[in-house]
């Protein structure tokens, strides 16, 4: 939830950007609660690695936003600090 957070708060202006990079955010939580709802180890690998690259994509979303001049520049420590812990837990989560 905090990745989510963080995204949010970095205020991107492209509409399509923005949509894509809260998409991302958001389908890395709901896969990290499936997978933590699921009973198999190759089920929770499966939800857990989907999470691990939704955290990526909307990391990189804000970003670009960024780098583009479409987003808040000051947020995205908070933003890779997050999307970091949140691949590295994932990461421990597969294994």
């Known amino acids: 939830m905090q990745l989510l957070a963080a995204v949010r708060e970095a205020r991107i ?7 894509q990079a809260m998409r991302a955010a958001k389908s890395a939580c709901l896969n990290a609660a ?4 699921r009973v198999s180890p190759a089920d ?3 939800a857990f690695a989907i999470a691990r690259a939704e955290a990526c994509e909307a990391a990189a979303a ?3 936003a960024i780098a583009a ?7 995205i420590d908070a933003v890779l600090a997050h ?12 294994r």
């Open 13 to 19: 202006r492209d509409s399509h950007l923005r949509d």
């Open 62 to 64: 804000v970003e670009i």
């Open 83 to 94: 999307a970091d812990r949140f691949v590295a837990m994932m990461t421990r989560l597969i």
């Open 69 to 75: 001049g479409d987003a808040n520049g000051a947020s």
């Open 34 to 37: 499936e997978g933590a709802g």
């Open 44 to 46: 929770k690998a499966r």
